[in-house]
């Protein structure tokens, strides 16, 4: 039904989203500027980048605020929290596990946009004698009961290796699959493929 009252006005549509994609950068914002210790991760390739602000709450909480855009496909932007800590109690194995809410809209077909509310986590292993070099993953999924307006399923998956070139910053490649299913254009990749990317730490 809101679908239906948006689809005759365009222009709505698009105030609509740009909202959407602004609250989220604002509260991405809202993290950079209250955190203490907080870490920047940019990542590209040739058709989208991605920016993430995390702020780590105490010891074994992350809060994080991202924004993806893809020239050809659309944007995806998100805010998440996790609970952190050591996975099989060994030090260099790190995991976290939580929800991230979506906001994804879809630049082709019908222009279609909704949001997400996905489960998931990552992991990231440390090499204990080269600590320069890390490793991880993440996969995230939303199904259909946690999806909503014009999306019917989301998920999110990647991997990267990381070395540290200082202590506060990394470089990394890493590689993503992220796609939504829409209720009118179908199953929709929003990026795949590789890209290269940096962490900050302040």
Do not use: C
Not at 21 to 40: H, K, Q
Not at 123 to 129: D, F
Not at 155 to 166: H, K, P, T, V
């Amino acid at each position: 039904m809101i679908r239906a009252s948006l689809t005759p006005y365009p222009e709505l549509r698009r105030r609509v989203r740009t909202q959407n994609i602004l609250l989220t950068g604002s509260l991405m914002l809202l993290l950079a500027t209250g955190a203490y210790a907080a870490e920047v991760d940019l990542n590209v390739n040739d058709h989208a980048a991605r920016l993430t602000l995390g702020l780590p709450l105490g010891n074994n909480v992350l809060v994080d605020g991202s924004w993806l855009h893809h020239d050809d496909n659309g944007d995806v932007a998100s805010v998440g929290a996790h609970v952190m800590g050591a996975a099989s109690g060994v030090d260099p194995l790190k995991a976290g596990l939580g929800l991230r809410f979506n906001y994804i809209y879809n630049d082709r077909g019908d222009e279609e946009d909704g949001t997400a509310l996905a489960m998931g986590g990552f992991l990231r292993y440390t090499l204990p004698q080269y600590d320069r070099f890390s490793f991880g993953g993440s996969l995230y999924y939303s199904p259909e009961v946690l999806s909503f307006g014009d999306i019917e399923k989301f998920y999110e998956y990647g991997l990267w290796s990381s070395y540290s070139l200082i202590k506060d910053a990394d470089v990394y490649l890493g590689w993503r699959t992220m796609k939504a299913e829409f209720k009118s254009d179908g199953t929709e990749r929003m990026d795949t493929g590789f890209h290269v990317g940096m962490r900050v730490r302040f």
